[in-house]
């Protein structure tokens, strides 16, 4: 079945670390996003990728990087820079945008990272 | 800020009763979406209404849209106890088509 799968489900980071976490997708889409939900919260967009070799930040990207090696991987790494990180993160991605206006984006089921 | 904001942010009501939730946005569209989220998972997308559209079914969903407003609403018609789950709209902010904004969301509860 095509899906979005992140792992893990929970992580934990200790001060000054930085942590990476992975999305992969095997729905041949183009376009993808990282979110940030805090708890009773919407969601907040920290990078988002078109295509391959190319991102763009989002509303809060402060403390995040990201990188767009693979059409099928967006992997998110929280840097000691971001200094309230916990929170739930949300991976999703869409067909390509240039062809379908605003495509229903797809989600995986997200990752919940802690501070140790 | 939030493109959309959704109203009530939390509803509770009996198995078999009608749920409707509000959405209210800010700049011009050309569609707006709506997404379920089940407690600690992922959205899952619902239904996208266009800006020429005034009202799209899918199922027990009913969504309806006001441009002249600036709102849409969600109207789930029987509801079910597998029906809990908070509903968020989504719009494409300042009308780019590369993204979306996401609004705070509505917590439904129904109760057997």
């Known amino acids: 079945d095509g899906g979005i799968t992140q792992s893990p489900k929970y992580l934990f980071r200790k001060e000054g670390q930085n942590v990476t976490l992975s999305c992969e997708q095997n729905?041949?889409?183009?376009?993808m996003y990282w979110y940030r939900q805090d708890p009773g919260q919407g969601l907040r967009l920290i990078y988002y990728?078109?295509?391959?070799?190319?991102?763009q930040k989002g509303d809060i990207a402060e403390g995040y990087s990201v990188s767009r090696e693979k059409k099928e991987s967006f992997p998110l790494t929280v840097t000691s820079a971001q200094k309230n990180p916990t929170a739930f993160y949300l991976c999703?991605?869409?067909?390509?945008?240039?062809?379908?206006?605003?495509?229903?984006?797809?989600f995986g089921d997200g990752t919940r990272l802690s501070i140790l | 800020s939030q493109q959309g904001e959704e109203d009530p942010q939390a509803l509770s009501i009996q198995e078999g009763e009608n749920a409707t939730m509000n959405c209210s946005y800010k700049?011009?569209?050309?569609?707006l979406q709506w997404y379920r989220q089940n407690s600690g998972r992922g959205l899952v997308h619902l239904i996208l209404?266009?800006?020429?559209?005034r009202e799209k079914h899918s199922g027990r969903l009913r969504v309806t849209l006001d441009t002249s407003k600036k709102s849409s609403s969600l109207l789930i018609t029987a509801s079910r106890a597998a029906d809990t789950a908070s509903y968020f709209c989504?719009?494409?902010?300042?009308?780019?088509?590369?993204?979306?904004?996401f609004g705070t969301g509505t917590r439904l509860q129904v109760t057997l």
């Open positions: 700049t011009s569209i050309n569609n």
């Open positions: 209404i266009r800006s020429n559209e």
């Open positions: 729905l041949n889409h183009d376009a």
């Open positions: 989504a719009t494409p902010p300042d009308g780019t088509a590369s993204k979306l904004t």
């Open positions: 999703a991605s869409t067909p390509p945008i240039g062809r379908y206006s605003n495509q229903p984006q797809h």
């Open positions: 990728s078109q295509i391959v070799n190319d991102f």
